[in-house]
């Protein structure tokens, strides 16, 4: 959508044009009945005469309005004086048409209001154009600073995520070394280094697209099943050409896959699968079997708190959960 002083300048002619029809509207209608006192030639010049006022006062509005844009807007005083200038030279050009015997009213009232109307007509809306311009300037302002407000939470809330993944993954490093299996921890340091890559990356990111998200579960789902030897284990079905449509804030799933980890039991009688289906409503749901722990997690909770947080952030939407004493369910509307 154009500003108002773009619109105009746009426009400017038709915008002059309209101007100067209800400047000289007086003269517009008087016409018809000055044409009936004078005959022959006289007809030809008042005719003439009155083309000629008509284009003064629209060349003289068009610049006007031009100088107005440009200027942000002049003063009154500046159209006062340009006016009246103009005002002198026609005065001038038409006291020397009357001379050949042509009726023009150089000194008359009327003209004289025209050129007040036409002072204040432009005034006015250079006005109008600098306040539009203000008031665009600071929606513009209000915006970066919400925008810069908005980064700055999301960044505080995603950074919280990093140290306890962190602590977690050095003790599966740990594990997968004493146990000397060198192939193995390889492959594991390669995955994990890919995970803590696109964390670190995340924090010049705010949305990403699904397959983004899915392909850094890939590395993340590779961690798991060895942490846990194969006792957790992941189920994606999300169609291939969706995953490029569909966008959420980044990080959206390592709050909830940690979430079933620090939950659960997952050991040879509770095997974990975290199931992480796209729905109808374009919703990507994830949901786990609900195996609790024995004594209660160490945690404080802030994993899927932060996750609705970012989500209102990013997205002004609200993620669902839904719990029974089976299946534990989070849905993460997409857009």
Same mark, same amino acid.
Request: hydrophobic share 45%; proline share 3%.
């Given at each position: 959508?154009?500003?108002?002083?773009?619109?105009?300048?746009?426009?400017?002619?038709?915008?002059?044009? +309209?101007?100067?029809? *209800?400047?000289?509207?007086?003269? +517009?209608?008087?016409?018809?009945?000055?044409?009936?006192?004078?005959?022959?030639?006289?007809?030809?010049?008042?005719?003439?005469?009155?083309?000629?006022?008509?284009?003064?006062?629209?060349?003289?509005?068009?610049?006007?309005?031009?100088?107005?844009?440009?200027?942000?807007?002049?003063?009154?005083?500046?159209?006062?004086?340009?006016?009246?200038?103009?005002?002198?030279?026609?005065?001038?050009?038409?006291?020397?048409?009357?001379?050949?015997?042509?009726?023009?009213?150089?000194?008359?009232?009327?003209?004289?209001?025209?050129?007040?109307?036409?002072?204040?007509?432009?005034?006015?809306?250079?006005?109008?154009?600098?306040?539009?311009?203000?008031?665009?300037?600071?929606?513009?302002?209000?915006?970066?600073?919400?925008?810069?407000?908005?980064?700055?939470?999301?960044?505080?809330?995603?950074?919280?995520?990093?140290?306890?993944?962190?602590?977690?993954?050095?003790?599966?490093?740990?594990?997968?070394?004493?146990?000397?299996?060198?192939?193995?921890?390889?492959?594991?340091?390669?995955?994990?280094?890919?995970?803590?890559?696109?964390?670190?990356?995340?924090?010049?990111?705010?949305?990403?697209?699904?397959?983004?998200?899915?392909?850094?579960?890939?590395? *993340?789902?590779?961690?798991?099943?060895?942490?846990?030897?194969?006792?957790?284990?992941?189920?994606?079905?999300?169609?291939?050409?969706?995953?490029?449509?569909?966008?959420?804030?980044?990080?959206?799933?390592?709050?909830?896959?940690?979430?079933?980890?620090?939950?659960?039991?997952?050991?040879?009688?509770?095997?974990?699968?975290?199931?992480?289906?796209?729905?109808?409503?374009?919703?990507?749901?994830?949901?786990?079997?609900?195996?609790?722990?024995?004594?209660?997690?160490?945690?404080?909770?802030?994993?899927?708190?932060?996750?609705?947080?970012? *989500?209102?952030?990013?997205?002004?939407?609200?993620?669902?959960?839904?719990?029974?004493?089976?299946?534990?369910?989070?849905?993460?509307?997409?857009?």
């Amino acid at each position: 959508m154009d500003s108002f002083d773009t619109y105009i300048a746009r426009r400017l002619p038709l915008v002059s044009l +309209i101007s100067t029809v *209800f400047i000289i509207y007086p003269n +517009i209608a008087c016409i018809p009945w000055e044409l009936k006192y004078v005959e022959g030639t006289g007809v030809t010049g008042l005719l003439s005469f009155f083309v000629y006022r008509f284009l003064f006062f629209w060349g003289l509005i068009s610049l006007l309005i031009r100088y107005n844009l440009k200027k942000m807007p002049a003063t009154l005083f500046k159209h006062f004086l340009f006016s009246f200038i103009a005002y002198l030279l026609y005065a001038s050009i038409s006291y020397g048409v009357s001379s050949l015997g042509i009726h023009t009213d150089a000194l008359g009232s009327i003209l004289i209001f025209q050129f007040f109307v036409t002072c204040f007509l432009c005034t006015f809306i250079g006005y109008i154009s600098m306040l539009y311009s203000r008031q665009r300037e600071k929606e513009s302002e209000i915006e970066r600073l919400r925008f810069e407000n908005l980064q700055s939470r999301c960044d505080a809330l995603a950074n919280q995520i990093n140290p306890h993944f962190f602590f977690n993954s050095l003790n599966g490093i740990s594990s997968l070394i004493r146990k000397k299996d060198d192939e193995k921890t390889l492959m594991y340091v390669h995955q994990l280094s890919d995970i803590f890559r696109y964390i670190l990356q995340s924090d010049r990111k705010g949305l990403v697209s699904l397959r983004e998200e899915l392909e850094f579960m890939l590395s *993340f789902q590779y961690v798991m099943e060895v942490r846990f030897a194969n006792k957790l284990t992941f189920s994606v079905r999300v169609e291939e050409e969706r995953k490029d449509l569909l966008m959420l804030p980044v990080l959206s799933l390592l709050p909830l896959v940690d979430n079933v980890v620090v939950h659960n039991r997952i050991d040879s009688e509770h095997k974990m699968e975290i199931s992480i289906v796209l729905n109808e409503q374009d919703e990507l749901v994830v949901s786990n079997p609900v195996y609790p722990k024995l004594s209660a997690p160490d945690t404080n909770g802030t994993g899927l708190a932060n996750l609705e947080n970012r *989500f209102t952030l990013l997205m002004n939407k609200q993620i669902r959960i839904e719990s029974t004493e089976e299946t534990f369910r989070v849905c993460l509307p997409l857009k």
